[in-house]
């Protein structure tokens, strides 16, 4: 088990000062974490200083060291960030921040706290790289570790450091890492598949030993004889994790896969890498087409190296790389490797180095993506793809994933490019914006001010910074259009009721917007043309506003909305309760916009107030006038000319049957609803006082289940 002593003996490149500063550390560490054990039944102090010793060996710097020993000290203990600016200053807490995960707060699902986890950590590395470096640090001593957890939290743990942290460690070049993360990855998701194929690649390493050497030999030899220097020439040891991927992939036996030798030369110079080139070539026949100089055109991830494959002894491929000691170190750690070499004569800065290409898309697309979910799903596309090399015009090369079109090269010059580009030409040939690219065309776009996105672009296109933009844009201009609507609306409603646009204040819109808790008359405007808020009833709320500012007090009550019968499509009257002028009402704002007018008592409003619907306080209007609808049971003799009584009745009472239904109940009574138009409930009550007194009639009430619970006396209310 490491101790803090071995780990402090490694600290040799360290100042004094540095070091007191990681003593600090280590102490505040031990001290919250000290009653605190691991799933294994390890103290917890074991898990920082394990990172930290990770990240020692790639001589990471003071500070970086510093917040592995803390990283789990704001997310598992009582101390914040504040904490630690206190006793360790701002660097230090943000890179310890940028690792601790979101807390406090209630996600949906398990798959969103991670894409939300996910998108804070991003946001974090954009301002310091050294907070993914420090994580991915973390996560390789998770997953060193996993025995400890249950079945399903291995399984889960697993597939998300496949899917995320692998390909972003191969992003910042960073392969020591990320081959071990797919190695345990893969060996805790199918312990008996990795037991096999590593069994078999034990032995097949074991019986080509003697010709690797072979081969090895006859490099040398002929190398030294044209005076390159030699740091090395090694057998490289395949990697299970991408053996199964591609036995899985071309259902190829695991001896074809590994029908192949492979390795690596490492020399001091670049002129030195091309003169091996020549010299391997000259004692081993190269295969066609499988060569790729990526000292010239360098991998996003800055990996530079030349790869070529050769026909060997008894036809055996040979895969090659030539690389110098310089960019052998950046390929094995990555941009870790920055803390220790020099680039270009001079010390470059890590987090200048990392913004210069993929980091810089991965804040481009974050800024244009609506939600978490969809961020990280254009981050797995985007993590680490096939890649093709184009030029622009003037000779500059652009990266872009295989298959990408010339829409996507389009919006990887820049945005405004893309959203008003026409067509493209390609090697000087005009080609459709859909046309895929390959490696070494020259691709010039062709625009106009006029042109915009197509919703069918989104089919075009592959990478995620394109989609981003489109989805972006038509999400814009869907706001913009809702705006210019809910505007035209609530100018129209304004005019319903004589107010027009000069005799409205901006002290009264403001008290609007503070009644409706809206943050801006933009965002009310949208609200409208969404379908959200009825233009009517905004204005109306206005009206009252208007009238007398002071009830925004917080002593004085809302006045509720008078319904005078007049409003048309934006108020509606249930028809589970049929409201009348009379009864105490509640109005629900409807998805449909309109406002729904329900009885007090009515069943249905206690399920809109569970489902958050906004409720809106009413009352009718002294004035009202007009007939409504309402719905009536009655209990009836089924005799001959019973319904005919209750109709003359109604008539007498200048009211109309609208709608009538009998069921028979049994052999002597009838079960009948009726709606009547009446004009109020007193007038309501009036028809129900002269239908009681009908013999016929055994009782009557608004409410079925009175008439079916209660046979008898007229009951149930009104």
Not at 201 to 219: A, M, P, V
Request: with cysteine.
């Amino acid at each position: 088990m490491l101790d803090f002593e071995r780990l402090r003996s490694k600290l040799s490149y360290l100042k004094e000062d540095d070091l007191k500063l990681v003593d600090k550390a280590y102490q505040f560490a031990f001290t919250a974490h000290e009653r605190q054990f691991r799933k294994s039944g390890e103290p917890y102090i074991t898990h920082p200083l394990s990172v930290a010793d990770i990240l020692v060996d790639l001589n990471t710097d003071t500070a970086s060291i510093c917040a592995a020993l803390l990283h789990d000290v704001i997310e598992d203990t009582v101390y914040t960030k504040a904490s630690i600016v206190s006793s360790f200053g701002t660097e230090i807490a943000n890179l310890v921040d940028g690792v601790s995960k979101i807390t406090q707060v209630e996600y949906m699902t398990e798959e969103q706290e991670q894409a939300e986890n996910f998108r804070k950590m991003l946001l974090a590395m954009s301002q310091d790289i050294r907070v993914i470096i420090i994580k991915l640090a973390d996560r390789l001593h998770n997953m060193r570790t996993i025995s400890g957890l249950r079945r399903s939290k291995q399984l889960a743990k697993s597939q998300e450091t496949i899917d995320i942290y692998v390909p972003i460690a191969k992003r910042l070049g960073m392969h020591e890492f990320a081959v071990e993360l797919e190695k345990l990855g893969f060996k805790t998701t199918y312990p008996f598949r990795y037991k096999v194929l590593s069994k078999a690649l034990h032995d097949i390493q074991s019986r080509r030993t003697y010709l690797l050497e072979e081969i090895k030999r006859k490099f040398y030899e002929s190398m030294q004889s044209n005076q390159i220097t030699i740091h090395d020439i090694d057998s490289r040891e395949k990697n299970l994790y991408s053996i199964y991927c591609k036995m899985k992939k071309k259902r190829m036996s695991f001896s074809e896969i590994m029908d192949v030798y492979a390795i690596r030369i490492c020399v001091e110079t670049r002129a030195e890498c091309y003169l091996t080139l020549g010299i391997i070539h000259q004692l081993y026949r190269p295969m066609p087409n499988r060569f790729k100089d990526y000292i010239a055109l360098p991998k996003t991830n800055h990996y530079q190296s030349l790869h070529t494959v050769l026909l060997g002894p008894e036809s055996i491929p040979i895969e090659v790389q030539i690389r110098t000691k310089e960019m052998n170190n950046l390929a094995e750690t990555g941009i870790a490797a920055h803390w220790l070499y020099k680039l270009g004569g001079e010390h470059k800065n890590i987090n200048e180095i990392a913004r210069q290409g993929w980091l810089k898309q991965l804040l481009e697309i974050q800024k244009s993506t609506g939600n978490s979910l969809e961020f990280l799903e254009n981050i797995k596309i985007n993590l680490f793809p096939n890649e093709i090399f184009v030029f622009t015009p003037k000779g500059k090369i652009l990266e872009l994933p295989a298959s990408a079109t010339a829409l996507d090269f389009a919006y990887a010059v820049h945005t405004e490019v893309g959203h008003t580009c026409v067509a493209a030409k390609v090697n000087r040939q005009l080609v459709p914006l859909s046309s895929q690219l390959v490696s070494g065309q020259t691709v010039e776009i062709i625009s106009s001010e006029s042109s915009a996105p197509l919703p069918g672009w989104l089919d075009i296109v592959v990478t995620p910074k394109a989609k981003s933009s489109i989805r972006h844009y038509f999400k814009l201009k869907h706001q913009n259009e809702s705006r210019s609507l809910g505007q035209s609306l609530l100018k129209r409603a304004f005019n319903t009721i004589n107010i027009s646009e000069d005799d409205i204040s901006e002290q009264s819109i403001q008290l609007l917007l503070e009644k409706l808790s809206v943050a801006s008359l933009s965002e009310l405007y949208e609200d409208i043309g969404l379908g959200n808020r009825s233009a009517s009833i905004v204005s109306q709320q206005y009206l009252i506003l208007h009238d007398n500012p002071k009830l925004m007090s917080s002593d004085t009550p809302s006045q509720p909305l008078i319904i005078s019968g007049t409003e048309g499509m934006a108020v509606d009257f249930a028809t589970c309760c049929y409201p009348v002028p009379g009864d105490p009402i509640m109005g629900i704002l409807s998805e449909s916009c309109s406002l729904v007018i329900h009885r007090e008592n009515c069943k249905q409003l206690f399920k809109f107030r569970q489902s958050k619907q906004s409720s809106v306080t009413v009352c009718w209007s002294e004035s009202i006038t007009g007939e409504f609808p309402v719905e009536i049971w009655l209990k009836v003799s089924n005799i001959a000319g019973s319904l005919a009584q209750i109709a003359v009745v109604v008539g007498n009472h200048q009211s109309n049957i609208k709608d009538l239904n009998v069921t028979k109940t049994d052999g002597t009574h009838l079960l009948v609803s009726m709606i009547l138009m009446v004009y109020s409930r007193s007038h309501l009550s009036q028809i129900a006082q002269s239908i009681k007194r009908l013999k016929c009639v055994f009782n009557m009430s608004r409410y079925r289940h009175v008439i079916i619970g209660q046979p008898g006396a007229f009951g149930g209310g009104l």
